[in-house]
């Protein structure tokens, strides 16, 4: 079964300063990959994906992830954090589920990043 | 575009009631509908998903039932809370169900059970 790991649950770190924070997966076939941030009470919100293509992927607010098959990882980056990017981030893969012949999405318990002024 | 709902925002409720959350989708037709479940320090927990009018798919048993009675509704009902429903409910919605969809999520439920 197609399962996701973020590795660290909370990332503190100083305003300005570059972040990665790390997404492994495992699967046996091809993957399909999000990144979704969810501030504060509120619902998520995707930040990108990746499907096919290019392995590095652009997405909104200046974070990019780096899709790289042989670790079974897909990382997500940011040169410069800014205090409004403290959230929590989740990274999902795209799971078939037989039963009903459809796809799901299969989260990571997510990571919290604290951006210190 | 498409927009989705829930409500309400925040519900405080005793032991032993029972639940009604509401999530609607609106600016899309016949969209794939998603109930998870965030409890602290635990990830999204899948609860329900819908494909269709009266399609209803549960992903874990538990004392929870959803019922999709208009293509753009999707209800997460209980007919006596427990303490362990308590969390943050978050209802989504999808244009299809291929492995490339995205799905979009609503503003969220904060659920006390007391």
């Known amino acids: 079964a197609q399962s996701v790991t973020q590795l660290d649950s909370q990332v503190p770190v100083f305003e300005e300063a570059p972040v990665e924070l790390r997404c492994n997966y495992s699967?046996?076939?091809?993957?399909?990959l999000f990144w979704y941030v969810q501030y504060p009470n509120q619902g998520l919100q995707l930040l990108l994906k990746?499907?096919?293509?290019?392995?590095l992927v652009k997405g909104i607010n200046g974070f990019e992830a780096e899709f790289n098959k042989s670790q079974t990882s897909f990382h997500l980056r940011k040169p410069s954090v800014h205090i409004s990017d403290t959230a929590e981030y989740f990274c999902?893969?795209?799971?078939?589920?037989?039963?009903?012949?459809?796809?799901?999405?299969?989260f990571g318990k997510g990571t919290k990043l604290s951006v210190i002024p | 575009s498409q927009t989705i709902h829930q409500w309400p925002a925040t519900l405080v409720q005793p032991v032993g009631s029972p639940l009604s959350l509401e999530c609607t989708v609106e600016?899309?037709?016949?969209?794939?509908l998603y109930w998870y479940r965030q409890a602290a320090g635990r990830g999204l927990q899948l609860l329900f998903y819908?494909?269709?009018?009266?399609?209803i798919s549960s992903e874990v048993p538990q004392n929870l039932s959803a019922s999709r009675p208009q293509d753009r509704q999707f209800i997460l009902s209980s007919k006596k809370l427990l303490l362990s429903d308590s969390g943050f409910y978050l209802c989504?919605?999808?244009?299809?169900?291929?492995?490339?969809?995205?799905?979009?999520f609503g503003p969220g439920t904060r659920l006390t059970v007391l």
């Open positions: 990746y499907l096919s293509g290019s392995t």
């Open positions: 600016g899309t037709s016949n969209p794939n």
């Open positions: 699967s046996s076939v091809s993957v399909y």
């Open positions: 819908s494909v269709g009018i009266g399609q």
């Open positions: 989504a919605w999808s244009a299809g169900t291929g492995n490339t969809d995205t799905q979009y």
């Open positions: 999902a893969v795209s799971v078939h589920h037989s039963g009903a012949g459809s796809y799901q999405l299969t």
